[in-house]
């Protein structure tokens, strides 16, 4: 017979797992709504940024017989060295949210070392540097506590040291891995080829009326500091998206966690009515057969 005691004390164990669960769940909400307007935000000024630096990489374009000269821009067919900055949460509970990123990184590193080509690692987030170095994987830079408070500064500091290696010649390629918000109930892991820009990919309406006019002797200048800008802010919108998906992938797992608690709750008060019920029962068959004892 099933120890009434036993089944009672894990009832209420379960029903704290699912307050818990659920106070989790209205956190991770209240912060989701406020990571989704910071990114609503953050993604109108990185469009005009993206588009001013469209026009005037398109004007240098057109100007250059040649193309395009700049080393922002220059691809490399068969890179020796890619750099690859992913971005994952410093907290689990969120379901596959990290384990997603991981995936993706670690088919990246399989792809690129099919092709011969050295792959340099750069994480933000203590869930994907702690199985990195689980796994002896090294990494060329490590950041924690920046995916969980996305701050422009540290991402710029941050991103300036891959942009340097790749400016010094260090890496032919630098890309960005993390996964981002799509809506309340699903995320998708987005790769992004940071540098070199692919000049292919800028678009600059024939009929704009933009009165925008570059001096030649500026415009690798404004270029320049327009891509750091770019990257920059490329880095810092990341780490939002990538927040507003942890916070989105999180009040999944809990709700999650919360119902399959309750139905837990459930299954365990139907054992103890019936075990309950054994026990009276048995009482009662006790008593009587005590009684017809004593005829």
Do not use: W
Request: with cysteine.
């Amino acid at each position: 017979m099933a120890n009434l005691k036993e089944i009672k004390r894990k009832i209420g164990s379960v029903k704290n797992t699912a307050k818990t669960t659920n106070a989790m769940k209205l956190v991770s909400s209240a912060k989701l709504r406020r990571t989704e307007e910071l990114a609503k935000r953050s993604r109108v000024y990185a469009a005009k940024l993206t588009e001013l630096l469209n026009e005037i990489a398109q004007k240098m374009q057109k100007a250059n017989v040649d193309g395009l000269d700049n080393v922002y821009f220059k691809e490399v067919a068969n890179p020796k060295t890619v750099d690859i900055v992913f971005i994952t949460a410093d907290k689990g509970l969120c379901g596959g949210f990290n384990a997603q990123t991981i995936k993706r990184v670690n088919q990246m590193i399989a792809d690129f070392k099919a092709q011969d080509v050295k792959v340099r690692l750069r994480a933000v987030g203590r869930k994907g540097i702690d199985y990195f170095k689980f796994n002896n994987v090294e990494l060329n830079n490590e950041i924690i506590g920046l995916s969980a408070a996305p701050d422009y500064a540290e991402a710029a500091e941050f991103i300036t040291e891959v942009v340097n290696a790749y400016v010094n010649g260090e890496t032919e390629r630098i890309v960005l891995v993390h996964n981002g918000y799509v809506n309340m109930i699903s995320q998708e892991v987005r790769e992004d080829q940071v540098l070199p820009i692919d000049p292919s990919k800028l678009e600059l309406s024939e009929t704009s009326t933009s009165e925008l006019e570059v001096e030649p002797d500026d415009d690798d200048t404004l270029l320049d500091a327009l891509v750091k800008r770019y990257v920059e802010y490329t880095m810092y919108y990341s780490l939002i998206d990538s927040l507003a998906a942890e916070h989105s992938a999180r009040m999944q797992a809990m709700d999650a966690a919360t119902k399959n608690a309750k139905e837990m709750v459930k299954t365990l008060t139907v054992k103890y009515n019936k075990a309950r019920q054994e026990a009276i029962t048995t009482e009662l068959i006790e008593i009587i057969s005590g009684m017809e004892s004593m005829k």
